[in-house]
């Protein structure tokens, strides 16, 4: 029986009875089947399990997409451990901020074909190459289309929005699209089962220099409660406080995570301010040293964890106005 696409493997069976008596005992004899299930969901998941996929778009819509396998030398948890790691450099962690740029020329794509032998496996093993893998985005437009896709494909049935555990998010603040206010709502209402994210913020110099940040994270929850913000002393020296980028990003603090990680990079926007500078219409008058990028990451994984309590952020040790 050949099955040409996954919605024909979630109709219900409509064969004749002895059809479906001889699609049974076939099942029963396949050395694969016979195994417990246990067994089989362990042979599933190395198969289809354990990557880091790249989400990329395939138009301009943003409504169908392709994906490929991480090729990075440095995985997510070893950035995040040369990013906080890092003491000596006084304005980044060298060595990871283009741990994906070969990633793009790599073709390897998920083998997922053995999902096709027949319903039974499908059944089994469909939500596993959702549950299992990491889905990377470097735009997140490209993220809001791909789960919008796939709560559509879960009106037929399939509810793969539902199985995704695990993303890592490239975050551009000069971008519009990370300001606008509803993809944080969308994302908590499609991924209500997600418990482990990932964020590369990269100011990469396009639209603007860096935003000076506040001197500490108390003081930006303090200029937070400013009913205007020429009221607060520091807010024109702290554009980070009029970015609702930020706001978005810890809006998913909603979602049931287990683990956040953030890594804060300007190598982009340090490569563009030197090609600026040479046009001699630029001048960089504000950059975060590498020890705030670090304060700042821990204040975000505290924010989306729910680390703090009222007055208090435990992450930082820091006591809030």
């Known amino acids: 029986m050949h099955l040409r696409s996954g919605s024909q493997l979630d109709r219900p069976m409509t064969a004749n009875p002895k059809h479906a008596i001889a699609i049974t005992l076939h099942n029963a004899s396949s050395p694969l089947l016979q195994l417990p299930s246990e067994l089989r969901n362990t042979i599933y998941k190395e198969i289809c399990g354990w990557q880091l996929i790249h989400i990329t778009a395939t138009d301009t819509k943003n409504v169908t997409f392709t994906h490929q396998i991480c090729h990075a030398t440095v995985s997510e948890e070893e950035a995040y451990e040369i990013f906080h790691n890092e003491s000596e450099h006084p304005w980044n962690a060298l060595g990871i901020e283009d741990r994906h740029r070969a990633c793009g020329r790599g073709r390897q794509k998920l083998s997922l074909s053995f999902l096709r032998t027949c319903r039974q496996l499908y059944a089994e093993a469909r939500h596993f190459p959702y549950t299992t893998n990491r889905f990377s985005f470097d735009n997140v437009a490209v993220l809001d289309g791909f ?15 539902l199985a995704i555990q695990s993303l890592h998010l490239r975050i551009s603040p000069q971008s519009l699209y990370w300001r606008r206010s509803d993809w944080a709502l969308r994302l908590r209402n499609r991924l209500r089962s997600l418990r482990h994210i990932s964020l590369s913020v990269e100011f990469d110099g396009l639209g603007g220099l860096m935003p000076a940040p506040p001197y500490t994270s108390a003081e930006y929850e303090a200029s937070k409660k400013w009913s205007s913000p020429s009221h607060s002393p520091r807010w024109r020296r702290s554009s980070l406080c009029r970015e ?10 909603r979602l049931p995570l287990e683990t956040a990680r953030v890594v804060i990079s300007d190598i982009a926007a340090e490569r563009a301010e030197l090609v600026m500078r040479a046009r001699a219409y630029c001048n960089w008058t504000c950059r975060w040293t590498l020890a705030e990028k670090q304060e700042w990451a821990q204040y975000v994984e505290g924010k989306l964890l729910r680390r703090t309590v009222e007055g208090e952020d435990e992450g930082l040790g820091v006591v809030l106005s």
């Open 244 to 253: 609702s980028w930020l706001h978005n990003v810890l809006g998913l603090d």
């Open 147 to 161: 789960t919008l896709a796939l709560v559509r494909k879960g009106v037929q049935g399939s509810y793969h929005h």
